[in-house]
């Protein structure tokens, strides 16, 4: 049993009748139930429940605080290499693109690793390109070890892992995992994968139930908003975070619902997903999973990550770079994509503390 046997169960479901058949006084009942089905999560996300947006925004805020708090964790990404051998039509790093490749020497990425500790933060991100040879498992555990001596969390963004690979790297100092399906309709996928080992849609698929089975600590789904129709590809990720809820109980889930930012390559969204889409989605995710945590990057702008704050988020990233050694090197590289909020971390903690919000540097500290 995986996550794909549930997938089958909606793959070739009937989106637009469902979304066609949902009423607003129907999903006005579903905000007086205190626990969501499948479908219950469905029709939040179904233009109906449009009209219904600011009730919804109300129980979302309530919900969140009661379960998290009036706080949020703040981390950082920081790119070890951009080698990639997969040619993904939407990525700036993808194969068939003519950028300058780079990967981190030990040395490089302590002195990366400085800088971004001298801001307080103790959560941290890293990410590689898929290419086995340029950034091998042993590389990756290296890197790690030196980023322990700087940072009580740290997890990776990296190409699907084997069980036991997953399990070297928690044993190195990894805690978390964060995995984009990149889009889950299985078609689309295919004809947006054009070569590479990313093509393999089930590997990918089932990548973090490997690493829940290795004893990983937190892990993060998505899909990258614009590839395909938003309302499935959200129906989908919600259900991918909860079946790994209630599968590896001692796991914590959460979601990322990033959009199509500018590239190399310059790869145009099929869809225009807008910000009251994404609010939509987020709030109704909120409402079918209460205890699930929300990661919203700087793909965002600062004034729309303001706004959205309340609604549910409970991570968000600050001083972000995605270049490889962007902090340290004098040169201008080329990132994975645009960033659209630029803001350092101390102007993103002056950002909370207005709002009301207590930022959160360190929630976790393994026992050596």
């Given at each position: 049993?995986?996550?794909?046997?549930?997938?089958?169960?909606?793959?070739?479901?009937?989106?637009?009748?469902?979304?066609?058949?949902?009423?607003?006084?129907?999903?006005?009942?579903?905000?007086?139930?205190?626990?969501?089905?499948?479908?219950?999560?469905?029709?939040?996300?179904?233009?109906?429940?449009?009209?219904?947006?600011?009730?919804?925004?109300?129980?979302?805020?309530?919900?969140?605080?009661?379960?998290?708090?009036?706080?949020?964790?703040?981390?950082?990404?920081?790119?070890?290499?951009?080698?990639?051998?997969?040619?993904?039509?939407?990525?700036?790093?993808?194969?068939?693109?003519?950028?300058?490749?780079?990967?981190?020497?030990?040395?490089?990425?302590?002195?990366?690793?400085?800088?971004?500790?001298?801001?307080?933060?103790?959560?941290?991100?890293?990410?590689?390109?898929?290419?086995?040879?340029?950034?091998?498992?042993?590389?990756?555990?290296?890197?790690?070890?030196?980023?322990?001596?700087?940072?009580?969390?740290?997890?990776?963004?990296?190409?699907?892992?084997?069980?036991?690979?997953?399990?070297?790297?928690?044993?190195?100092?990894?805690?978390?995992?964060?995995?984009?399906?990149?889009?889950?309709?299985?078609?689309?996928?295919?004809?947006?994968?054009?070569?590479?080992?990313?093509?393999?849609?089930?590997?990918?698929?089932?990548?973090?139930?490997?690493?829940?089975?290795?004893?990983?600590?937190?892990?993060?789904?998505?899909?990258?908003?614009?590839?395909?129709?938003?309302?499935?590809?959200?129906?989908?990720?919600?259900?991918?975070?909860?079946?790994?809820?209630?599968?590896?109980?001692?796991?914590?889930?959460?979601?990322?619902?990033?959009?199509?930012?500018?590239?190399?390559?310059?790869?145009?969204?099929?869809?225009?997903?807008?910000?009251?889409?994404?609010?939509?989605?987020?709030?109704?995710?909120?409402?079918?999973?209460?205890?699930?945590?929300?990661?919203?990057?700087?793909?965002?702008?600062?004034?729309?990550?303001?706004?959205?704050l309340p609604l549910g988020i409970t991570k968000m990233s600050a001083g972000s770079c995605t270049a490889v050694g962007g902090r340290v090197k004098g040169e201008e590289p080329v990132g994975q994509f645009d960033?659209?909020?630029?803001?350092?971390?101390?102007?993103?903690?002056?950002?909370?503390?207005?709002?009301?919000?207590?930022?959160?540097?360190?929630?976790?500290?393994?026992?050596?």
């Amino acid at each position: 049993m995986s996550f794909y046997q549930k997938y089958l169960r909606y793959r070739d479901f009937d989106f637009n009748e469902f979304f066609n058949s949902v009423t607003v006084a129907e999903v006005g009942r579903i905000l007086d139930k205190h626990r969501l089905s499948e479908l219950d999560y469905l029709a939040l996300l179904s233009p109906a429940a449009e009209d219904l947006l600011e009730e919804i925004a109300q129980r979302a805020h309530r919900l969140t605080v009661q379960h998290f708090g009036r706080t949020i964790l703040l981390y950082t990404p920081m790119y070890l290499a951009n080698y990639c051998v997969n040619r993904c039509v939407y990525c700036g790093f993808a194969a068939h693109n003519q950028i300058k490749r780079e990967k981190l020497t030990l040395e490089e990425v302590e002195a990366e690793a400085r800088v971004i500790a001298a801001t307080g933060l103790k959560h941290i991100l890293i990410l590689t390109g898929e290419s086995r040879h340029h950034s091998p498992v042993s590389y990756i555990r290296d890197c790690v070890k030196v980023l322990k001596k700087y940072f009580t969390s740290i997890s990776i963004e990296i190409y699907p892992l084997e069980e036991a690979e997953y399990g070297e790297l928690i044993a190195a100092g990894v805690d978390g995992l964060t995995l984009y399906q990149e889009v889950y309709n299985e078609e689309v996928y295919g004809q947006l994968h054009l070569a590479g080992p990313k093509r393999d849609y089930l590997w990918r698929l089932e990548a973090p139930e490997r690493a829940c089975r290795a004893g990983i600590r937190t892990v993060n789904v998505g899909a990258l908003l614009g590839l395909h129709d938003w309302r499935s590809e959200a129906f989908f990720t919600g259900l991918h975070a909860n079946y790994l809820q209630n599968r590896y109980t001692d796991v914590e889930v959460s979601i990322s619902p990033p959009r199509m930012r500018p590239h190399v390559g310059g790869f145009p969204p099929r869809v225009v997903v807008s910000d009251k889409n994404l609010v939509q989605y987020i709030l109704a995710f909120r409402l079918f999973m209460p205890r699930g945590g929300i990661t919203l990057s700087t793909r965002e702008s600062a004034t729309l990550r303001d706004r959205l704050l309340p609604l549910g988020i409970t991570k968000m990233s600050a001083g972000s770079c995605t270049a490889v050694g962007g902090r340290v090197k004098g040169e201008e590289p080329v990132g994975q994509f645009d960033i659209s909020d630029d803001r350092d971390v101390r102007a993103m903690v002056s950002m909370l503390y207005k709002q009301g919000y207590q930022p959160v540097f360190k929630d976790w500290q393994t026992l050596d």
